[in-house]
Every structure is written in structure tokens, then in C-alpha cells.
T-cell receptor, first 113, second 113 residues
């Protein structure tokens, strides 16, 4: 069966510091991968998605970036964090196709101070 | 652009009773998918149920069922025999032909013993 991992689970970073969040999927090949952000008590906002290695689409222009160095690895990065980057970051995967369904990882809670 | 609206920020139900969570959406597409996700206090998003727009039959998963009214663009979730473990935030989501998920703002469900 497929599993999705995210780390770290929680992170506290100062303003202006770099960021690297990692997401990996097991048990499948060539998945679609997604990064979402959720503000407290709010719905999810799609940040990036990828349909293959090196293919990244950005939904919201901001100081975050994403990379997919391996088939089942998706990384969210920032060179300099802002206070507004605080939130809960969720990674998801799907297999595409007509019945495409997204499955989510456990998330990373990021606090920028 | 598609939108998803959940008009009930909070709902409560007595244990063993039935509760219905509302969701409406706006789209010009004729073929799409609708989802309900559950987000418990752990904050991991868990798929509850999925509905294909071309199917007239309402989806059912154990105690969870939907009332899909395509013409009215309504997609409500019914939870029967509510259990304490059903307490969570519930999100309605729309998946367009592009594969992107659009989420509502969520409904917090409280289950009273």
C-alpha cells in the first residue's frame, strides 16, 4: 500500500531564515505531488504541484519554491522566511487519471517568529 | 473559476444521532469530482467519500453518505450513528478537469456524549 511521509512534523524558525520541508511517497511510481498551506481554522490553499521529476507548477507567487529531485520526493523551500509563512503545510499525492484522488500526508506545522 | 462554499462554520450532534453538513459549489464544467475530507485534531486530511458528477447514485461509505444534487450544485454529507471519533473539521472539495482541488472553508463538527 502507499504511504506518504512529511518531516519535520513541527518547526519553529526565525524570520529571514531558510526553510526546507520534505515529502516522500512510498509504494507507487510517478505520482502527482502537491503542496498546500492551511492557515489556522481555514481551508487549504494549493501552492505547488508536480506531475513528474523536475516539473513544477506554481499556483501562488510568493517567496516559497518547490523542487522534485526524485520521482517520489517533493521539497518545499524558502531562502528567507516571512512571518506570513507561518501555517500548516500539507503534502499530497495522487495517481492522476479520470478517478484522480488526492491523499494527504501528516503535515508540518511551521511557526515563524 | 470554481468555488466551494460551506455555510456552516460549526455543527454539533448528539452521539448516535444523524447530522448533515452542507456544501454548495459553482462551476461551468459538466464532468468533475466532489470529495469530503475529514481533518481531526491531528490535522491530517483523511478522505471520507468521493462522488463522480456523472453518476446519479449517491456515494455511500459505511455511516457516511452524500446527497448529490447536480442541478442545484449541492453536495451534502450525512453522518449516521455519530460517534465521538467523528468530531473533526470537515472539508468539501471540488476537483476540476485540470486535476486541481478547490476546498471549502470547512465545518467543525462537535459530537456530544
Amino acid at each position: 500500500s502507499q504511504t506518504i511521509h512529511q518531516w519535520p512534523a513541527t518547526l519553529v524558525q526565525p524570520v529571514g531564515s531558510p526553510l526546507s520541508l520534505e515529502c516522500t511517497v512510498e509504494g507507487t511510481s510517478n505520482p502527482n505531488l502537491y503542496w498546500y498551506r492551511q492557515a489556522a481554522g481555514r481551508g487549504l490553499q494549493l501552492l505547488f504541484y508536480s506531475v513528474g521529476i523536475g516539473q513544477i507548477s506554481s499556483e501562488v507567487p510568493q517567496n516559497l519554491s518547490a523542487s522534485r529531485p526524485q520521482d517520489r520526493q517533493f521539497i518545499l523551500s524558502s531562502k528567507k522566511l516571512l512571518l506570513s509563512d507561518s501555517g500548516f503545510y500539507l503534502c499530497a499525492w495522487s495517481m492522476g487519471g479520470p478517478t484522480d484522488t488526492q491523499y494527504f500526508g501528516p503535515g508540518t506545522r511551521l511557526t515563524v517568529l | 473559476a470554481q468555488t466551494v462554499t460551506q455555510s456552516q462554520p460549526e455543527m454539533s450532534v448528539q452521539e448516535a444521532e444523524t447530522v448533515t453538513l452542507s456544501c454548495t459549489y459553482d462551476t461551468s464544467e459538466s464532468d468533475y469530482y466532489l470529495f469530503w475530507y475529514k481533518q481531526p485534531p491531528s490535522r491530517q486530511m483523511i478522505l471520507v467519500i468521493r462522488q463522480e458528477a456523472y453518476k446519479q447514485q449517491n456515494a455511500t461509505e459505511n455511516r457516511f453518505s452524500v446527497n448529490f444534487q447536480k442541478a442545484a450544485k449541492s453536495f451534502s454529507l450525512k453522518i449516521s450513528d455519530s460517534q465521538l471519533g467523528d468530531a473533526a473539521m470537515y472539508f468539501c472539495a471540488y476537483r476540476s478537469n485540470t486535476g486541481k482541488l478547490i476546498f471549502g472553508q470547512g465545518t467543525t463538527l462537535q459530537v456530544k456524549p
